[in-house]
Structures are given as structure tokens and as C-alpha cells.
């Protein structure tokens, strides 16, 4: 069976999404058919990179009947509004990050989710590679043991130019947010995945470095999860000329370092672990298990082999009945944590998230 895409937004994203749904193709269940975009000439040029459709007619794409499958890839707060008139038209959905920037618009997507039946997933694509998948069935086995602590750090430089690139960027109606909702965002949803629900957050925002913008360019946040351990968020463009992104896991057992999207450090204990009194500088070298197979590829440092595997992953759940690895009730968390951040740090006080 393949499914006969749309890609709603002809922007940066949206390109990838095309080059992936073509790169799958038919073999993978996949056919590119028509890009729409409010700007028609966007559309018309995206479009005529890959020989597909090209219209400005946005709903036209979404309620096609050719059509099986939209991608929004547009401004985030348009994703809402966008998925449901989708799934009111019988279409599966992939979602680009974020969900949408409110948790009302989130929930009116899960509603009209639940009332059609069709399949959605939320793109997080960093979910998808060798690194994260490594280190969750680490965790998931056990083979951290207890998990105390984790670090989110998305330390990444975006000049001005980037900011002042498209008018919705910055903005709290269509950005959602800044550093944290915008980039972060992949950081603390790997996160959440490895070490659970959070249930409160604290958090500081400041815009540091840009001009024009509504939003935070930095964050700092500390997180308790409902399993008791403890987590800090990161999150800044303001950190020239750009580092990296990084998820750091501590448990009574072993402990794993994602930076860059490369597993640079992972021990874990299968059998009992080997009583350390105290652990002074750092590693013993040959506590770190990774392997030459960890290493990140030339290939793996682009956007396009996490987007394919994640655009593979919802195809098969359409295909085979089955949810897609990314739910939006997962995109969901995601979204309250970062939401709740900036609750506390408008309030000053400890925010509270609603696990359900
Ligand atoms: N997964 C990732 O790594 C990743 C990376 C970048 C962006 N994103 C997400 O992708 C989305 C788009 O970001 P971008 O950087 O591609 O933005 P962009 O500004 O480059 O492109 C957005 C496009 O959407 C079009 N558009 C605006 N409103 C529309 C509407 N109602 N209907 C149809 N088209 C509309 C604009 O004309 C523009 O061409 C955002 O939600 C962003 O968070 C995800």
C-alpha cells in the first residue's frame, strides 16, 4: 500500500520532508503527490525541486481525495488548526515539533485524533537514532539501574538574521516561544522519553543576546520526575558560535552521555555492579562502553536519514494498524513541560504539571 502525501508549508522543514518522502518512495510505501503553501511561489518552487503538485490552495490539499497523508510543516501555531481540518477530511497526520504552542490547541488535536480513527505522530526525529534507541533499552533493561538524575542542554547559537528570516519567528502567537519551545524542545522530549513523566518544574528565561524577539533566547530549569529522580534544562541561542545539544542520564547503575546526536558515553551493569566507595575525576577509562559501532556517521549528522526513519515509522503504523512511536499524547508532555517552564519563570514559583 502507498500512501499518497501532502506537505503543508513549503519552508525550510518542509524541504526535508519532501527529499525524505522521495528518497522512500514507492518502496517504502511513500509518493510525494502535492505541496501547498500560502505563498504560492514557495510552493511552486519546492514542488518543482521533487515533480510534485504545487498550490496555494491549502485546504484544496488537505481535503483532496488522492490525498492519504498531510505533513504540517508550517509555523507551529498553526499545527492545530491545520491536523484537525486533516483528520476531519480523513487524512493520517504527521505533526511537525512542536504539537501546537498551547496545550487547548494539543488537546483539540487528540480529540479530533480520537473522533476519526486516523493515525497522528509528532516529529521528533532525534527519538529515532542508534544513540537514544541505545540508551532507552539500556534503560528500559534495567542496565542504569535506578535513575537519579538527568541533564537537557541545547546550547546553540541563532544570529539575528535567523530571527528576523520569517515574521512568525520569535513570536509567542506562532513561535510558541524561544530557545526552549523552538530548539529545545528535541532535548527535553528525549528526555521525558528516557527518564519518564515530570511533575514540577522551576525555571529562569531571560533574552540575552537578540533584538525583535517576544521570546526567551535562554533557559535554565530544574525538573522533578514522578519517579522521584531530578532533572536540569538548558536551553539557549545564545551560545555563539554554537555547541551542542546533549542529554546527559545518571542512575545507581550506569549512567549515558548523548552529545550531538553521538552516544560518547555509556556504562551500564548487567550482573551486580562492582562496589565504587567513591568516584573521584572522573571515568576510569575502561568504564566507558561505547563502541566504534556508536559513532556517529558523516551521513547521520543531517536532518534527513532521522527524518526518513521517523517518516518509515508512520508509514508502517498507518500500514499495520499499530500507533505510531512518537503519539501525540507523548508530543503532548513535551509541550506542558516547556509550557509549565515558562509558567514559572513569568510566576517565580514552582509549577506543578498535570500528569494524566
Ligand atoms: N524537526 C526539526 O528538526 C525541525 C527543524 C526546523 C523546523 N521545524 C518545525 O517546522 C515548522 C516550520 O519551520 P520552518 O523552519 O520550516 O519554517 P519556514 O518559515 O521556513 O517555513 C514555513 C512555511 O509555512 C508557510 N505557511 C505559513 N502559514 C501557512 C499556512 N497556514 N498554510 C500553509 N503554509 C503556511 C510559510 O509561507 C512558509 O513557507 C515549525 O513548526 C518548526 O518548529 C522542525
Not at 504545487?54 to 505533513?71: E, K, Y
Not at 521525558?192 to 540575552?208: D, F, I, K, N, W
Not at 519517579?227 to 545518571?250: C, K, Q
Request: hydrophobic letters at 45%.
Amino acid at each position: 500500500m502507498t500512501l499518497r502525501f501532502a506537505v503543508i508549508g513549503a519552508g525550510m522543514i518542509a524541504a526535508v520532508h519532501a527529499d525524505a518522502l522521495t528518497v522512500l518512495g514507492a518502496g517504502c510505501g511513500a509518493e510525494l503527490r502535492v505541496i501547498a503553501d500560502v505563498v504560492a511561489a514557495q510552493a511552486a518552487e519546492l514542488a518543482g525541486k521533487y515533480g510534485a503538485e504545487h498550490t496555494a490552495d491549502v485546504n484544496s490539499a488537505l481535503t483532496r481525495p488522492d490525498i492519504d497523508a498531510v505533513v504540517i510543516a508550517t509555523p507551529s501555531g498553526a499545527h492545530a488548526e491545520l491536523a484537525i481540518a486533516a483528520l476531519r477530511a480523513g487524512k493520517h497526520v504527521l505533526i511537525e515539533k512542536p504539537l501546537d504552542v498551547t496545550l487547548d490547541a494539543a488537546d483539540a488535536v487528540i480529540a479530533a485524533e480520537q473522533a476519526s480513527g486516523r493515525t497522528v505522530a509528532v516529529v521528533s526525529q532525534h527519538r529515532f537514532d542508534r544513540s537514544t534507541e541505545k540508551v532507552t533499552s539500556a534503560v528500559n533493561a534495567g542496565q542504569l539501574g535506578a535513575l537519579t538524575s538527568a541533564n537537557a542542554s541545547c546550547a546553540w547559537w541563532r544570529g539575528q538574521s535567523y530571527y528576523d528570516s520569517a515574521g512568525w519567528r520569535g513570536t509567542w502567537a506562532l513561535d510558541g516561544g524561544g530557545a526552549t519551545l523552538n530548539q529545545a524542545v528535541h532535548t527535553v522530549d528525549l528526555m521525558l522519553a528516557v527518564m519518564g513523566p515530570a511533575v514540577e518544574v522551576s525555571a529562569y528565561t531571560a533574552r540575552l543576546a537578540h533584538e525583535r524577539i517576544e521570546v526567551e533566547d535562554t533557559a535554565v530549569a530544574a525538573v522533578r520526575f514522578a519517579s522521584g529522580a531530578l532533572g536540569t534544562v538548558h536551553a539557549t541561542t545564545a551560545a555563539y558560535p554554537g555547541l551542542d545539544a546533549s542529554l546527559r542520564v545518571f542512575g545507581t547503575r550506569g549512567s549515558a552521555v548523548i552529545a550531538g546526536d553521538e552516544l560518547t558515553f555509556l556504562h551500564t551493569s548487567t550482573g551486580p555492579a562492582t562496589e565504587i566507595a567513591m568516584s573521584g575525576s572522573g571515568p576510569e577509562p575502561d568504564h566507558n562502553q561505547v563502541t566504534e559501532a556508536d559513532r556517529l556517521l558523516p551521513e547521520e549528522r543531517d536532518l534527513g536519514p532521522a527524518h526518513r526513519a521517523q517518516l518509515r515509522d508512520f508509514i508502517a503504523s498507518v500500514t499495520q494498524g499499530r500507533p505510531p512511536r512518537v503519539s501525540t499524547a507523548s508530543a503532548r508532555e513535551a509541550l506542558a513541560l516547556v509550557l509549565a517552564l515558562y509558567e514559572s519563570a513569568n510566576t517565580g514559583r514552582p509549577v506543578r504539571l498535570d500528569t494524566r
